[in-house]
């Protein structure tokens, strides 16, 4: 379990194997702290297990189902990541809740400023637009961020100063795939109603056995 507070950017120093299975040794400082092998650590939002440690970096796969749902096969060695290591019972829950389960692969439409702030256009599937809807809470490579927009075929986020400095956002460009997670409350109330369709469960029915 995530938040969606993006703790460094870290470094991709190594990419070895090929084709669907990668092994990718990232460089880091902060995320590093007190960190095991088995830990879960979110790489521009997707949830990956640590398998190796060394001074200043660590080991994590990539297996083919992360790879055909993700944006990570598109990395190189020296590009940037969001990392942020998993929340721990007590934490304080500043973005959102994020699973590192990622729901689909986005595309930058546009980038443009608009005052202090940078907007960002996203085009998206219909998969990941019918959770969407305004002022929600959607992670964008692993960052929290709130649905400024909706449209048919993609949503806009608007990103802080504060934010594109510390993200791998401040070195985005139009046409770069992104990793999407869409709010997990969306889809928990969608498969409860559909649930409640196929029993049958509804007012209608509780009133008629004699619940009032």
Do not use: W
């Amino acid at each position: 379990m995530f938040t969606g507070i993006v703790q460094e950017m870290g470094k991709i120093d190594q990419i070895q194997g090929q084709g669907s299975s990668l092994v990718l040794v990232i460089r880091a400082t902060q995320v590093l702290g007190a960190l095991d092998e088995g830990d879960s650590v979110a790489v521009n939002g997707v949830c990956l297990t640590v398998t190796g440690l060394e001074p200043g970096r660590f080991t994590a796969d990539v297996m083919p189902e992360t790879f055909r749902r993700t944006s990570l096969g598109n990395l190189k060695r020296g590009a940037f990541v969001n990392l942020e290591r998993a929340m721990r019972p007590g934490d304080r829950l500043d973005g959102h809740i994020v699973q590192g389960h990622v729901d689909g692969v986005g595309r930058l439409k546009g980038i443009r400023r608009e005052s202090i702030a940078t907007l960002f256009e996203i085009d998206a599937n219909s998969e990941i637009m019918r959770y969407l809807v305004l002022k929600d809470s959607v992670a964008v490579d692993g960052i929290s961020l709130t649905v400024a927009k909706t449209g048919s075929k993609g949503f806009s986020v608007s990103v802080i100063p504060r934010t594109l400095d510390e993200t791998t956002l401040q070195f985005a460009t139009v046409g770069d795939p992104v990793n999407l997670e869409v709010n997990i409350l969306a889809k928990y109330v969608e498969h409860f109603l559909q649930q409640r369709d196929e029993t049958g469960l509804n007012l209608e029915t509780l009133t008629r056995k004699g619940f009032q």
